[in-house]
């Protein structure tokens, strides 16, 4: 198995990488019977590494690449004590025959939290991908997987990982899975997977990137900078869907440019000319968000009627019921609904996905009493949940050969439930607390920190223009207000927007254009042997002993 270590103690993995041609390799099933409880409560006794290890090929670019994919568990342990905490689910996918030392390696997540790995592992780029309709509606089985064209395989390997409580990961007695619920303990938990991982596969001096989709992105800005504390200094950090700063979600200065571009694809808007693209109308709605629009809500109740107008063309609302919304479009009816995604379409019965707002449902009779916030019942959610279940399913049973006698946990609404959103950024301070006395996540400064402390680190943020849970104006805002001044430090930062929603993957033009920026940042961070040289520095100096 390339860049994978072979362990005398008999654990999972396979034969060490190298150059030249692989040897034809036996696919290693493994049959789980641990009992992995997603409850608050629950731990496992068992601490065994153990993984199916499978060998697949895959036609990608004009060329035949053959690969392992490894299914299975390592121990997280305690940092202090080095006794073994957690249990974590991944699913790698290593090229055979490749130098670790100049094979790059990439950490994958969702987020929630409380999300399992499952939608990035089949829907972005992975070898295999789940076919959708995306933005229609996926029909029930059977459903398919195809050889990913768009795999990231090509430029680097890649671990999905399940966080604790998810998946098949849990916590190891005595600890309990809620001890790992929270910002912070979840990211040094991940921060203690990912050295074991490099330590168990002889990793460490490979380049190293993160991938973060959602709640995953806050999670990559705090573990950028505690790997950074522990010596493993990242080459690069993708952020999709980013939500970097909670105090500001759901300003409705940061969703008007989302709004409009759901109103332009629905057709929906009254501007002359039509805007060419998302592109075009994302940014006519930009300037006004940031101008007029921001002044009349600190205005209102006065209203002035060209502003008013202007609102109304750009979001397809008419301007007696933004009045009633006070020219708030992020605002939510009583049971938490979303005013503009179930009002744009209302004539015809539907409304919007809030994960994607090309994807539309049925907003009518019982279905318009349906909580859409609960988990699969967004339109965006259940367009793909039904063909990502029972695809996973069969993958990782028929193809990885992992089968466990547990049920796999995608989605677990009780770590969200129990999450602690408290969070300690660098500088030791805390960011408060709301209105409500709830805790104010605020991770950009932990990003800024990272960036800073490596001033070679390659940061991609990549949006979707029909995102309204993570709106790429908001993140736009939040990138530029984070705490970092140095110009020179800011070019490592790109800033990519996609004509998708939130998971933008499940678009095949965006997913193709994604690619192409990532291999672009990959190329960048890796091509740069003096970036290369002071990076490997810094991590040997962070990890001597005695510093």
Not at 514 to 525: E, G, I, N, P, V
Not at 536 to 542: S, T, V, Y
Request: aromatic residues 10%; negative net charge; proline residues 5%.
């Amino acid at each position: 198995m390339a860049g994978h270590k072979k362990e005398s103690n008999g654990n999972h993995q396979g034969d060490a990488g190298g150059k030249g041609t692989t040897p034809v390799q036996s696919d290693r099933p493994f049959f789980d019977t641990v009992a992995y409880g997603n409850g608050p409560d629950d731990g496992v006794a068992d601490s065994s590494e153990n993984a199916a290890v499978t060998h697949h090929t895959l036609e990608l670019g004009g060329k035949t690449l053959a690969y392992t994919a490894t299914a299975g568990h390592l121990v997280a342990v305690d940092p202090s004590s080095s006794k073994p905490e957690a249990k974590i689910f991944y699913v790698a996918f290593t090229l055979d025959g490749q130098t670790p030392e100049q094979r790059p390696v990439t950490f994958y997540y969702n987020g929630g939290p409380g999300s399992s790995s499952v939608y990035v592992l089949l829907g972005s780029f992975a070898p295999k991908r789940i076919k959708t309709a995306m933005p229609d509606f996926t029909p029930p089985a059977p459903y398919s997987l195809e050889d990913n064209s768009d795999s990231l395989l090509d430029l680097s390997d890649l671990v999905f990982i399940n966080p604790v409580g998810t998946g098949y990961s849990a916590a190891i007695s005595p600890r309990r899975n809620r001890d790992f619920w929270g910002v912070d303990q979840d990211a040094r938990s991940l921060a203690q997977f990912i050295k074991r991982y490099l330590t168990a596969n002889d990793r460490w001096n490979s380049p190293k990137f993160l991938f973060g989709e959602s709640y995953g992105t806050a999670r990559s800005a705090v573990l950028s900078y505690l790997l950074h504390e522990d010596g493993v200094d990242l080459n690069g950090v993708t952020l999709q869907s980013s939500i970097l700063d909670y105090a500001k979600a759901g300003r409705p200065v940061g969703l008007l440019p989302t709004c409009a571009c759901d109103a332009w694809y629905h057709k929906r808007q009254n501007v002359k000319p039509r805007p060419a693209d998302p592109a075009a109308a994302a940014q006519q709605a930009a300037a006004f968000a940031d101008g007029d629009y921001a002044a009349a809500l600190a205005a209102f109740p006065k209203v002035d009627d060209a502003v008013l107008a202007k609102l109304s063309d750009l979001t397809g609302i008419d301007g007696k019921t933004l009045i009633g919304w006070s020219l708030d479009v992020g605002a939510y009816n009583s049971r938490g609904n979303s005013l503009f995604l179930v009002t744009l379409l209302q004539s015809r019965g539907l409304a919007l996905g809030s994960y994607d707002g090309r994807v539309t449902a049925v907003n009518t009779g019982i279905a318009a009493d349906i909580d859409p916030n609960s988990g699969g019942n967004d339109p965006t959610m259940t367009a793909v949940n039904g063909a990502y279940t029972a695809m996973w399913n069969s993958y990782l049973n028929d193809q990885l050969k992992y089968t466990s006698t547990s049920a796999f946990t995608d989605l677990n609404d009780q770590a969200f439930q129990y999450w602690d959103f408290h969070h300690t950024d660098p500088t030791g301070a805390e960011k408060g607390v709301d209105s409500k006395g709830n805790p104010i996540l605020y991770t950009a400064g932990d990003l800024a920190a990272a960036m800073s402390l490596n001033v070679d680190l390659k940061v991609l943020s990549a949006n979707g223009y029909y995102d309204f849970v993570t709106p790429f104006h908001q993140t736009e805002s939040d990138l530029l207000d984070m705490p970092l001044l140095s110009a020179s430090i800011r070019q490592n930062l790109t800033i990519k927007y996609y004509p998708s929603g939130h998971m933008i993957y499940l678009n095949g033009d965006a997913r193709t254009l994604l690619k192409a920026d990532l291999a672009a940042m990959y190329r960048q961070a890796t091509g740069d042997h003096a970036a290369m040289s002071r990076i490997r520095l810094l991590q040997q100096r962070k990890s001597a002993p005695g510093t």
